[in-house]
């Protein structure tokens, strides 16, 4: 069975950490692994963003990446990338014309029109995956929004003309349902978590004597919540709370943090807060070196203003890390209020406080949570998991049923 994924703009060969380099990367990586692993070839169609790439490089045991030129060989922030989508289609017309695959999985909505573009003509079955929809980061954003003009009209129309939507949470349902999808060609299939890396026997890192310690893991932008994170440190601090640190991990490599507008901004966010002693920037932080900085927290927290599923999360609930998160998109479903974590509504500092005070004043229960969201973990968003019901969301549009083009038999 030959899977040809598209993500135009989300190498899964990325360093992790940039302004557009972060969940999309290790799902699209993650799962074409997970597929290769039941004896899928899958090629990763990405854009060519260094000249010093070759054309293809084998990422792994059945998975090869393909970097396709389409715009300058540089870097090139996403939402400028839309001129150059029409080169990327004729190129991927040109090789599924000469090696066709099974099914085209396209990630995000350029990657989507580019596809279905090249995959139509030849009678191949395009399935999708947004990752974020135009509508919902325009009514969180509002004027701020930097997506090309006709964003929205695009994903209507993609909603519409795929042969099957993978959308990867429930909230993602709704939203394409009065989008006009038609609710038979959607499936609900999760991000998931490498469990291999992610887990609780891994050792903590050293810490701070004396404080206790909150962890914030994800992309320095404004939308992912890190200044109400420090708000709420404030908040927390001004109210006699645990004395405790917040250690924000992302952005810049360290020693380019000084140079980092974001940075800069929370660091007067910290100011105004009173916690600037407090607030800890460590900067990019590989995937090697994440599981020992969750796990020498006493909570996670992930507040961002909207989010279309958060890998974050998982990453700190397989390690055994209780999460306090925003109730907002796919961490509805994976934080689960009261056993694995606690919701608080976003750009509520306020509230967020009062959610980590009572949390770090009661081991118990970050004991019980942090448990609980180890075992939802295992039990619910391994890859291999996530790539079997991803396999299974194809059967419909496939020649030959699943076990036979395996050629083994996939149970989730």
């Not at 950490?17 to 090629?43: E, I, K, S, T």
């Amino acid at each position: 069975m030959r899977v040809a994924m598209v993500s135009e703009h989300a190498s899964p060969l990325a360093v992790l950490g940039g302004v557009d380099a972060g969940g999309q990367n290790v799902h699209v990586a993650a799962l074409a692994q997970g597929m290769a692993r039941h004896g899928v070839d899958v090629v990763v169609h990405t854009r060519r963003d260094d000249q010093r790439l070759p054309r293809r490089v084998r990422m792994s045991p059945g998975v090869t990446v393909d970097h396709v030129m389409a715009g300058p060989p540089r870097a090139v922030p996403k939402d400028d990338l839309l001129p150059y989508m029409d080169d990327f289609a004729a190129d991927l017309h040109r090789q599924w014309a000469a090696r066709r695959p099974d099914v085209v999985h396209a990630h995000f909505w350029m990657s989507g029109q580019a596809a279905l573009t090249a995959a139509r003509p030849l009678g191949i079955p395009v399935v999708l995956t947004f990752h974020a929809l135009g509508v919902v980061k325009k009514r969180h954003q509002g004027p701020r929004d930097t997506s090309p003009a006709g964003r929205l009209a695009v994903e209507e129309a993609l909603v519409r003309d795929v042969d099957r939507v993978v959308a990867t949470c429930t909230d993602e349902v709704f939203e394409l349902l009065r989008l006009g999808g038609d609710r038979r060609r959607i499936s609900v299939v999760p991000c998931g978590v490498d469990l291999t890396t992610f887990h609780p026997g891994v050792q903590p890192e050293p810490r701070t004597p004396g404080l206790r310690r909150v962890v914030c893991v994800g992309r320095l932008v404004e939308r992912k919540g890190v200044g109400n994170a420090i708000e709420a440190l404030g908040r927390m601090r001004a109210a006699g709370g645990p004395d405790t640190e917040l250690v924000v991990a992302g952005g810049p490599d360290a020693a380019e943090l000084d140079a980092d507008p974001e940075v800069a901004r929370l660091r007067e966010v910290a100011e105004r807060a009173g916690v600037a002693d407090r607030v800890v920037f460590r900067g990019r932080v590989g995937r090697e070196g994440l599981p020992a900085l969750f796990r020498s927290a006493d909570v996670a927290v992930c507040v961002p203003w909207y989010e279309p599923f958060g890998i974050v999360p998982l990453e700190a609930m397989a390690c055994g890390v209780p999460v306090v998160a925003s109730a907002v998109g796919g961490i509805i479903d994976t934080v689960v209020h009261g056993r694995t974590g606690v919701h608080v509504p976003p750009r509520r500092p306020d509230l967020l406080a009062e959610a980590l005070a009572d949390l770090l004043c009661d081991d118990d229960r970050l004991h019980a949570l942090g448990r609980a969201g180890a075992r939802r973990s295992r039990t619910k968003y391994s890859w291999d998991r996530v790539a079997v019901q991803t396999l299974q969301s194809y059967e419909d549009l496939l020649p030959l049923p699943l076990a036979e083009l395996l050629d083994e038999e996939v149970s989730s």
